[in-house]
């Protein structure tokens, strides 16, 4: 009976050696791997310092103190070099997390000029900062004129006024007509001055300016109609209504100081507070005003103080201008 030959020193050397060339095949594949996980690391990381150089110097010296100070007050973390591959997805995520922050950083403020044309004389003219803080000095007159014509010019209609008011209300009328129309023609394409919030502020105003100067007294001209003797009194208050409507035209002032605009929004913003402010004082009036109103109500009440505590609306007035 033949028994099972042992195996020649040849054949188990060849087995050790594949076994170990295996060995060394799957360590050289994780090598490699390891490797290349490292180039496209330090890739990126090269890519993301020149891509922060060239932010703070498109945002100047302003713009990277802020980048410095945004970064020290967030709670997140550059990777080393000799950290696991896997904090590569998270730095990735956080970087751009980061990127998008340095835009909204970067981006630029709205302004009406990067709307408009490159090429023209109404564009031209539109940039032209003499036009602008010419504009803001007629605006400023006009403003004042007001009060001058409201004091001395008692005339309804602008056509019966002394000859200076008709003077004036057409040469105030004919230069914002033509501010107007310069800004119109200085537009790249209609769309973009519709979404300008001042640029339909204006034209609304201009508008009514035009209705008031022009077309109203045109109308009653032709209709033969003067100041005292007009049939329909509902024209009459509809010139009035437009005459109170420039007082509008003050507003155009606001884009001279946007301080003041910054002031507006904040009271906008506190307005809801004010209000729960205001309904909690009149509430606790109210309770105490009732409150008073049974006290006083008896017979040995004196009359002096039972007049001012009659009834729950008095008893409010009074507790609020006594404690005032």
């Not at 690391?41 to 922060?52: L, P």
């Not at 105030?172 to 973009?192: G, I, S």
Request: with cysteine.
């Amino acid at each position: 009976m033949s028994g099972m030959e042992p195996s020649s020193p040849q054949s188990q050397s060849s087995t050790t050696w594949s076994g170990a060339k295996r060995v060394l095949e799957r360590q050289s594949t994780r090598a490699l791997a390891w490797g290349a996980s490292i180039r496209e690391y330090n890739r990126k990381k090269d890519e993301r310092r020149m891509s922060q150089q060239s932010t703070k110097k498109s945002l100047g010296v302003r713009g990277a103190a802020a980048e410095c100070l945004r970064r020290c007050c967030c709670f997140c973390f550059e990777p080393g070099e000799g950290e696991l591959p896997q904090a590569v997805t998270i730095a990735t995520d956080v970087e751009d997390l980061k990127q998008s922050v340095r835009q909204k950083l970067s981006k630029q403020t709205y302004s009406v000029k990067d709307y408009y044309k490159s090429q023209g004389i109404f564009q031209r003219i539109a940039r032209s900062n003499y036009f602008e803080n010419f504009t803001l000095f007629i605006i400023a007159v006009n403003s004042i004129w007001i009060a001058i014509d409201t004091d001395n010019n008692d005339k309804t209609i602008i056509t019966e006024a002394a000859i200076e008011f008709q003077i004036a209300e057409n040469l105030f009328c004919a230069f914002f007509t033509f501010e107007w129309l310069v800004r119109w023609m200085a537009f790249r394409k209609t769309r973009y001055a519709i979404r300008d919030a001042w640029f339909v502020f204006d034209t609304l105003l201009v508008s009514l300016m035009i209705l008031e100067t022009w077309i109203t007294p045109a109308i009653l001209s032709m209709l033969s109609m003067s100041g005292e003797g007009i049939g329909d009194a509902s024209i009459l208050r509809l010139v009035r209504l437009l005459r109170l409507a420039r007082m509008t035209r003050v507003a155009k002032l606001l884009r001279a100081f946007p301080e003041v605009l910054i002031m507006i929004k904040g009271i906008s913003a506190a307005a809801r507070s004010v209000f729960f402010t205001i309904f909690l004082l009149v509430l606790v009036l109210y309770i105490f005003g009732i409150a008073f109103t049974q006290v006083c109500a008896g017979p040995d009440t004196p009359s002096d103080l039972r007049a001012k505590f009659q009834t729950v609306p008095e008893s409010m007035l009074t507790l609020l201008f006594h404690g005032v």
